[in-house]
T-cell receptor, first 116, second 112 residues
Framework: NAGVTQTPKFQVLKTGQSMTLQCAQDMNHEYMSWYRQDPGMGLRLIHYSVGAGITDQGEVPNGYNVSRSTTEDFPLRLLSAAPSQTSVYFC???????????????FGAGSRLTVL | ELKVEQNPLFLSMQEGKNYTIYCNYSTTSDRLYWYRQDPGKSLESLFVLLSNGAVKQEGRLMASLDTKARLSTLHITAAVHDLSATYFCAGRSGAGSYQLTFGKGTKLSVIP
């Protein structure tokens, strides 16, 4: 997970509360993205960004907002949390994989969110 | 829309045995990724397969890609307990895109 830092690691919210999951990378990478992981569902893309000031929706964007004011940070906001947003959230950045010469996504450690 | 299917979803195998995890995808994907996830941890990149016929090997794991069949395989040779984890494959639907579509994962348990 070197280079992609997520906070907090754990969070419990009540329905209707808002919060922001933080993601930061110090590798000067343009591309960043957010995924959620639910049991038996694999990872699903929420939002992504190809650079500062540019964001776009993924497969499951509803209920989430993002912004990218700097290259380093890509926060994910839940404006009014719902129990369906209980999940593990991963932030990812594109990095050059050693040996292959190709880019891969490297993931942060994850943020486990529970909405009651 | 790219869809990625893995099978099996659960795999229990004895140490020393060989097995293969299959990853089928529905439309063109110019590369295929394999990741490993240990319980409660993040995803770790294992392989990226760039072209038809590509084969990558690391230790007891070997991944291959057949773009014509839209199939990638992850072969496990002489399994050991340390390989117990969940393995994901992922594809991308456009060149230059990093919006990956993941399979549901294969949970591998290697038992003595």
């Amino acid at each position: 997970n070197a280079g992609v830092t997520q906070t907090p690691k754990f969070q419990v919210l009540k329905t209707g509360q808002s919060m922001t999951l933080q993601c930061a990378q110090d590798m000067n990478h343009e591309y960043m993205s957010w995924y959620r992981q639910d049991p038996g569902m694999g990872l699903r893309l929420i939002h992504y960004s190809v650079g500062a000031g540019i964001t776009d929706q993924g497969e499951v964007p509803n209920g989430y907002n993002v912004s990218r004011s700097t290259t380093e940070d890509f926060p994910l906001r839940l404006l009014s949390a719902a129990p369906s947003q209980t999940s593990v959230y991963f932030c990812a950045s594109k990095v050059l994989a050693g040996g292959s010469g190709a880019n891969v996504l490297t993931f942060g450690a994850g943020s486990r969110l529970t909405v009651l | 829309e790219l869809k990625v299917e893995q099978n099996p979803l659960f795999l229990s195998m004895q140490e020393g045995k060989n097995y293969t995890i299959y990853c089928n995808y529905s439309t063109t994907s110019d590369r295929l990724y394999w990741y490993r996830q240990d319980p409660g941890k993040s995803l770790e990149s294992l392989f990226v397969l760039l072209s038809n016929g590509a084969v990558k090997q690391e230790g007891r794991l070997m991944a291959s890609l057949d773009t014509k069949a839209r199939l990638s395989t992850l072969h496990i040779t002489a399994a050991v307990h340390d390989l117990s984890a969940t393995y994901f494959c992922a594809g991308r639907s456009g060149a230059g895109s990093y919006q990956l579509t993941f399979g549901k994962g294969t949970k591998l348990s290697v038992i003595p």
